[in-house]
């Protein structure tokens, strides 16, 4: 009896995640800190991932910092109107207020907005540490707790420019999809070390267009930042990448082969 409710508790812990994952759109815009510039609102603030998911974007991303006291925060720069985030408090930063009147979100608070819905998943960067080597890796891996912690698995994919923070969070969960940012490492080598796949500067995929192939053979997702020009969209979407992360998810909305 006990291994039937077992069974039955196992199918429905699987069956719940293959939902949330199939229920997400497929259209390979990712708003680049939220969908922020056409309504001038502040990058990576919950309004930003709101306005993302209203426009029907594949992913929303956004940046993650550690504060002093090991609360993960979202906001793009080092800083916060001039207070440094990874030598603050959390209570220090809500001192200061984002133009459109939100505090700086926690990492919690973003995921727990992001899992009201289940067509927009969340694309979460974790940001390399000033400081040390070992604070990027405990970005990494407080983010894959964080994660686990809220149930929010189905929703998120990482991305990193920190290579030691990226194998790190691959540890602290297998099953994370991870990609790297930084540009210096082949898709042979993503493969090898457990990453999902890469999301790389234009610039360099315009020069190194091979790697999409290389990494497609490989089975790594393929993604490109920042891309905001119409000729790169096109590009892009002719080699058949997984991703595209913009500035602009409305002007990449009207380039989609169902739009042509
Ligand atoms: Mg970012």
Redesign the pocket.
């Known amino acids: 009896m006990q291994k039937i409710i077992f069974s039955l508790l196992l199918m429905t812990f699987f069956s719940q995640a293959i939902l949330a994952q199939s229920t997400f759109i497929q259209n390979k815009i990712i708003a680049?800190?939220g969908a922020w510039k056409a309504k001038e609102l502040p990058q990576n603030s919950i309004a930003s991932l709101r306005e993302a998911i209203r426009l029907g974007c594949e992913g929303s991303?956004?940046?993650v910092w550690m504060t002093a006291d090991e609360v993960l925060v979202v906001n793009?720069d080092h800083e916060l109107q001039g207070m440094d985030i990874e030598t603050s408090t959390y209570e220090q930063l809500l001192t200061k207020t984002l133009s459109n009147g939100e505090k700086i979100p926690t990492l919690k608070a973003y995921l727990s907005e992001g899992m009201t819905q289940k067509s927009t998943k969340l694309i979460l960067?974790f940001k390399p540490s000033l400081i040390s080597v070992a604070r990027s890796e405990r970005v990494g891996e407080l983010s894959v707790k964080t994660v686990q912690e809220l149930g929010a698995q189905a929703w998120v994919d990482y991305?990193t420019f920190s290579y030691e923070g990226g194998v790190k969070a691959i540890s602290t969960d297998p099953k994370a999809n991870v990609a790297y940012l930084n540009g210096d490492k082949s898709p042979l080598e993503l493969k090898e070390a457990g990453f999902f796949g890469f999301d790389y500067h234009i610039s360099l995929l315009r020069r190194m267009p091979q790697w999409i192939a290389e990494a497609k053979a490989l089975g790594l997702t393929t993604n490109a930042w920042t891309v905001n020009k119409e000729e790169d969209m096109n590009w892009l979407l002719e080699l058949g990448v997984n991703f595209i992360t913009t500035d602009e998810p409305e002007k990449l909305a009207t380039l989609l082969p169902s739009k042509k």
């Open positions: 680049h800190r991303e956004f940046d793009h960067e991305i």
